[in-house]
């Protein structure tokens, strides 16, 4: 059987990207799959988070899967600090990845900088936690975008130890689901960065909550070439600006690069933006307007996400206990 999970984590500024590459395919998976949507809070903690704004920036990451379209009776959508059990996995699993796994992972160096003292354990012991959210429900499927790749290389290595100094076949490998056109969307002001919540220029993304005037604005300041667009997807290579806009437009209007390019080749950026902007106001802007109609009224996102913790609570507890089990804790 297949059940998806996946989580955002609530640090504010969600964007394009994490629309694209992630929100959007979770409401794709769940007419066929069992799925389990978190907000991943302490995985936001792994840097220091006001704790006002932690608050309020975990109810916007519910906000933002119920409206973009995650429906909380067939999904389950929670707050990853409100079930134990991914915790107490995520201690075990610190006991079976191995310092050189965790010394590999390019996240922890690029969040780290320069002073790498300085960063939290939580920082570095990060990707053991994300193993311990999937593999506490044995989740076999994650949708998410290609930053998180690799992270997912280890939640199978950590699974794959487990299962072989206990002599057990307790967890499932998982499998990454990355899809769409626009996997990795880059920001736009550098086409060498990725679009990221924590960009100092807000000029860098496209938030959830954008209005016309913002979107519109930000994408006239996009950086592009001074070429036109291209005919073929190829023509694109080296030009990392545009193929990013030619991307974010074919996710959008969900049709292939190709399919963009047959329609706008020749055309100067100046007449593509409008267009752009016209097709992210479109689908964009109902998600914004829900979420704030959402967030002005907490109580129901809260009861979404009790609800979903109960939920997510009765599929955790037998696989906790079973791993105590195995590994020799007395279960009481
Ligand atoms: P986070 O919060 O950075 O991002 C949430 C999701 O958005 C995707 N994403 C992008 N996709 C395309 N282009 C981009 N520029 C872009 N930026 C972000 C991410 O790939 C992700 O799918 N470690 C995870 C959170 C996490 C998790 C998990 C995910 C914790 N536990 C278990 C899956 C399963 C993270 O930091 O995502």
Known sequence: ??????????????????????????????????CIYCAVDMHAITVWQDPQELRSNIREVAAAYLASGVDP??????????????AELAW??????????LNRMTQFKEKAG????????GLYAYPSLMAADILVYKATHVPVGEDQKQ???????????????????????????????????????????????????????????????????KLKKARTDAEPIPEKVEDLEGRPEASNLVGIYAALADI??????????????????????????????????????LLADPGYVDSV????????????EPVIREVKETVGFLVS
């Open 305 to 316: 996400l009790k609800d979903g913790a109960d939920r997510a609570r009765a599929i955790a």
């Open 114 to 121: 320069k002073n790498k003292e300085n960063a939290s354990l």
């Open 92 to 101: 075990i699993f610190n006991c079976v990845a191995r310092l050189g796994w």
């Open 151 to 217: 992270h997912l290389e280890l939640t199978r290595d950590i699974a794959q130890k487990f299962n072989t100094d206990f002599g057990t076949e307790t967890f499932p490998l998982v499998e990454p689901l990355i899809f769409g056109e626009a996997t990795r969307v880059m920001s736009l002001r550098d086409g060498s960065k990725k679009m990221s919540k924590s960009d100092p220029s807000d000029y860098s993304r496209i938030t959830l909550t954008d209005g016309p005037d913002e979107i519109a604005k």
């Open 256 to 293: 292939s690069k190709a399919d963009v390019l047959a329609e706008h080749a020749g055309s100067q950026f100046s007449a593509f933006k409008p267009a752009l902007t016209e097709l992210a106001v479109e689908k964009f802007g109902p998600i914004g307007t829900e979420m704030k109609r």
């Open 1 to 34: 059987m297949s059940r998806i999970f996946s989580g955002v984590q609530p640090t504010g500024n969600l964007h394009l990207g994490n629309y694209l590459g992630a929100i959007r395919n979770f409401v794709r998976l769940q007419d066929d799959y069992e």
């Open 73 to 86: 009776k067939k999904s389950i959508i929670f707050a990853q600090s409100n079930v134990a059990a991914h």
